[in-house]
């Protein structure tokens, strides 16, 4: 009975393990550098914290991070900008307001009738609660 042999090819797995590491770290480099992330992760993470706060122009219950537009994908580059430009978050929300109106805001400001529309629903539940406290103390519940 003969035993069957490994050829040698002179390539060791290890070689291709170390290859295909190189390989996968070069294509990350190079996605990275043609996507245009930026290196300072502060900054990235600054401007992903801004566009969750803006709601997509383009898209319906979308915010700026969440959407896939062209439009958000635009918005997320110029945020970027005016970050390294030295702008702070709140100068970019400005920014966004007076091109936009305050809907562009994912999170409405609490003033004015922005209050009263987040306030009437609480409102209606607790007068609903109350009418029935009194409905049922009535009726003998």
Same mark, same amino acid.
């Given at each position: 009975m003969?035993?069957?042999?490994?050829r040698?090819?002179?390539?060791?797995?290890w070689?291709?393990?170390?290859?295909?590491?190189?390989?996968?770290?070069?294509a990350a480099?190079?996605?990275?550098a043609?996507?245009?992330?930026? /290196?300072?992760? %502060?900054l990235?993470?600054? #401007?992903w914290?801004? &566009?969750?706060e803006?709601?997509?122009?383009?898209c319906n219950g979308?915010?700026?991070a969440?959407s896939?537009?062209?439009?958000a994908a635009?918005?997320?580059?110029?945020i970027?900008?005016?970050?390294?430009?030295?702008?702070?978050e709140?100068?970019?929300?400005?920014?966004?307001v /007076?091109l936009? %109106?305050t809907?562009?805001? #994912?999170?409405?400001? &609490?003033?004015?009738?922005?209050?009263?529309?987040?306030g009437?629903?609480?409102?209606?539940?607790?007068?609903?609660g109350f009418?029935?406290?009194r409905?049922?103390g009535?009726?003998?519940?």
């Open positions: 003969a035993v069957a042999r490994r040698r090819t002179g390539q060791d797995p070689v291709w393990g170390i290859v295909l590491v190189v390989a996968v770290a070069s480099g190079i996605a990275s043609l996507t245009g992330i930026p /290196q300072d992760q %502060g990235e993470a600054r #401007a914290a801004l &566009a969750r803006l709601s997509c122009p383009v979308q915010s700026v969440e896939s537009s062209t439009v635009q918005m997320r580059a110029e970027r900008q005016m970050l390294e430009e030295g702008k702070d709140s100068q970019i929300i400005d920014h966004y /007076q936009y %109106g809907w562009i805001l #994912a999170r409405p400001p &609490a003033t004015g009738a922005y209050v009263l529309l987040w009437a629903p609480l409102a209606a539940l607790v007068l609903g009418w029935a406290y409905r049922m009535r009726t003998g519940g």
